[in-house]
């Protein structure tokens, strides 16, 4: 792997695997600008990181010295933006960075592919996926089949409508009980009572979000074999995506959907919270939940930006990388990097200080 340039000479699928990739990106990029996006460009150094959950990456400009700027984490909020600014549809692909580990599904530097467009609900959202992704599954099998011949076609049917899971409903039937109201002081020692009950392990820093994400990773997410949609989230999973209360359970939920393949991730879509009360309220809940970290902080500035007005927006993100080791049959995200993970780069350098 420190010689790559020899793996990509000597490995035929491996540098087929390469040009799948560009075959994936390209089809995006084509998709989304035939569908009326603009592709553009956000900054990808900021004073903040900002749009999801993670640790950043960190450094220091000569030009600000006195401030510490951060490696972007997600283009969400800059997105959103250009929405303010008066885009109706834009569109993004390019690096994100998470200062977080490496193995075989994940690298602090990767790809993804994000876009907003005005006027949309989810089930909207929903349906131009499925449309993409049967679409993205022809291109791919006839590039397996003229262009890629040393991967092998992947079995999977991408035909419209996929299976849906309910989050909530499908959590309570899976631990058979139902999960307490999710918004309460008592909700964070009731569900460590049923993670006890069920001997289920917890996670590092058991809040309320975490038990939650770590029930559908144990319950739902295995059952995900085929393209599957997880819908109506509880609300503290989705800060940044509008909620209103479930007609079934009474529970807080978010308007957002994850398409799950393989029991892996590929698509994470949801209406944006448009209101600027409810997302500093979100906001602000959110902190509740992350005490101690220093990353955590509410966004003043994107606040501020919403007081503008914007309009009602739906927004889909996709791992590229991913993606693209999904159509290459490979559980190794290296295989899909020109140059592998960042352990395989950082390696290839010590290398050549040692010779």
């Given at each position: 792997m420190r010689n790559r340039h020899v793996d990509l000479l000597l490995n035929p699928w491996l540098s087929d695997t390469i040009r799948l990739r560009a075959k994936v990106i390209q089809f995006l990029r084509q998709y989304l600008s035939d569908d009326g996006h603009i592709e553009v460009q956000t900054p990808i150094l900021a004073d903040t990181a900002g749009g999801a959950v993670a640790r950043p990456f960190t450094t220091t400009a000569t030009e600000f010295q006195d401030r510490r700027i951060s490696l972007r984490i997600a283009p969400e909020l800059w997105l959103k933006r250009l929405i303010l600014g008066g885009f109706e549809k834009v569109f993004e692909i390019g690096p994100s960075f998470r200062n977080e580990g490496i193995d075989l599904n994940h690298n602090p530097e990767f790809t993804t592919c994000e876009f907003y467009r005005t006027y949309v609900d989810l089930e909207g959202l929903m349906s131009k996926t499925e449309t993409m992704f049967l679409r993205l599954s022809r291109v791919v099998a006839t590039t397996l089949q003229y262009e890629c011949r040393n991967i092998p076609p992947q079995e999977i049917d991408f035909s419209p409508p996929y299976r849906r899971l309910d989050f909530i409903p499908a959590v309570e039937a899976a631990v058979g009980q139902q999960l307490p109201d999710l918004t309460s002081l008592v909700a964070q020692s009731e569900l460590l009572a049923l993670?006890?009950?069920?001997?289920?392990?917890?996670?590092?820093?058991?809040?309320?979000?975490?038990?939650?994400?770590?029930?559908?990773?144990?319950?739902?997410?295995?059952?995900?074999?085929?393209?599957?949609?997880?819908?109506?989230?509880?609300?503290?999973?989705?800060?940044?995506?509008?909620?209103?209360?479930?007609?079934?359970?009474?529970?807080?939920?978010?308007?957002?959907?994850?398409?799950?393949?393989?029991?892996?991730?590929?698509?994470?879509?949801?209406?944006?919270?448009?209101?600027?009360?409810?997302?500093?309220?979100?906001?602000?809940?959110?902190?509740?939940?992350?005490?101690?970290?220093?990353d955590a902080g509410v966004d003043e500035s994107y606040l501020q930006a919403l007081e503008w007005g914007l309009p009602p927006t739906g927004g889909w993100g996709c791992g590229i990388d991913r993606l693209c080791m999904l159509f290459a049959g490979t559980n190794r995200i290296a295989d899909v990097l020109s140059f592998g993970t960042l352990r395989n780069v950082v390696a290839l350098r010590q290398s050549s200080k040692k010779s």
């Amino acid at each position: 792997m420190r010689n790559r340039h020899v793996d990509l000479l000597l490995n035929p699928w491996l540098s087929d695997t390469i040009r799948l990739r560009a075959k994936v990106i390209q089809f995006l990029r084509q998709y989304l600008s035939d569908d009326g996006h603009i592709e553009v460009q956000t900054p990808i150094l900021a004073d903040t990181a900002g749009g999801a959950v993670a640790r950043p990456f960190t450094t220091t400009a000569t030009e600000f010295q006195d401030r510490r700027i951060s490696l972007r984490i997600a283009p969400e909020l800059w997105l959103k933006r250009l929405i303010l600014g008066g885009f109706e549809k834009v569109f993004e692909i390019g690096p994100s960075f998470r200062n977080e580990g490496i193995d075989l599904n994940h690298n602090p530097e990767f790809t993804t592919c994000e876009f907003y467009r005005t006027y949309v609900d989810l089930e909207g959202l929903m349906s131009k996926t499925e449309t993409m992704f049967l679409r993205l599954s022809r291109v791919v099998a006839t590039t397996l089949q003229y262009e890629c011949r040393n991967i092998p076609p992947q079995e999977i049917d991408f035909s419209p409508p996929y299976r849906r899971l309910d989050f909530i409903p499908a959590v309570e039937a899976a631990v058979g009980q139902q999960l307490p109201d999710l918004t309460s002081l008592v909700a964070q020692s009731e569900l460590l009572a049923l993670f006890n009950d069920k001997g289920i392990t917890l996670p590092s820093l058991p809040t309320v979000p975490r038990l939650l994400d770590k029930l559908s990773s144990t319950y739902l997410e295995p059952q995900c074999i085929t393209p599957t949609w997880i819908i109506n989230h509880p609300e503290c999973l989705s800060p940044l995506s509008k909620s209103f209360i479930h007609p079934d359970n009474q529970q807080r939920v978010a308007a957002r959907a994850e398409l799950f393949i393989e029991k892996q991730e590929f698509v994470n879509t949801y209406e944006e919270e448009n209101s600027p009360e409810e997302q500093r309220r979100k906001f602000e809940e959110q902190l509740l939940h992350h005490e101690g970290d220093p990353d955590a902080g509410v966004d003043e500035s994107y606040l501020q930006a919403l007081e503008w007005g914007l309009p009602p927006t739906g927004g889909w993100g996709c791992g590229i990388d991913r993606l693209c080791m999904l159509f290459a049959g490979t559980n190794r995200i290296a295989d899909v990097l020109s140059f592998g993970t960042l352990r395989n780069v950082v390696a290839l350098r010590q290398s050549s200080k040692k010779s």
